[in-house]
């Protein structure tokens, strides 16, 4: 069972940044990222394949957050710049156990992070 241990999330200012990361305890495929805002749906953020060649971001994040990996240290990283208070939720790390793309779809993934806060003030 491949461990998730995400870090980095707190409150920030609008128009700051915040840079999330996720240990995983093994080796890992495709990792990516989703978030859960108060009252709302679980959505994708952002994935990034195991060799980085294809990575998919949702639209609400294009050109602001960039996702980005370390295999030697089993490690996806989430860089958020320009946050908005829209950006505020519980950001979850996610993972799978064989390829599957940079998928946006959360029954894609096998393994999921504790998740982290992330709080964007006006």
């Known amino acids: 069972q491949v461990q998730l241990v995400e870090s980095g999330g707190g409150l920030v200012q609008a128009g700051g940044s915040l840079r999330l990361s996720c240990a995983a305890s093994?080796?890992?495929?495709?990792m990516g990222w989703f978030r859960q805002a108060p009252g709302k749906e679980r959505e994708f953020v952002a994935a990034v394949t195991r060799s980085a060649t294809n990575t998919n971001y949702a639209d609400s994040v294009k050109g602001r957050f960039t996702i980005s990996r370390d295999n030697a240290k089993n490690t996806v990283y989430l860089q958020m710049d320009n946050l908005k208070p829209e950006d505020t939720a519980v950001y979850y790390c996610?993972?799978?156990?064989?390829?599957?793309?940079?998928?946006?779809?959360?029954?894609?993934?096998?393994?999921w992070g504790q998740g982290t806060q992330v709080t964007v003030s006006t």
């Open positions: 093994e080796r890992t495929f495709t």
């Open positions: 996610a993972a799978s156990a064989d390829y599957r793309g940079a998928s946006v779809y959360s029954w894609a993934y096998n393994y």
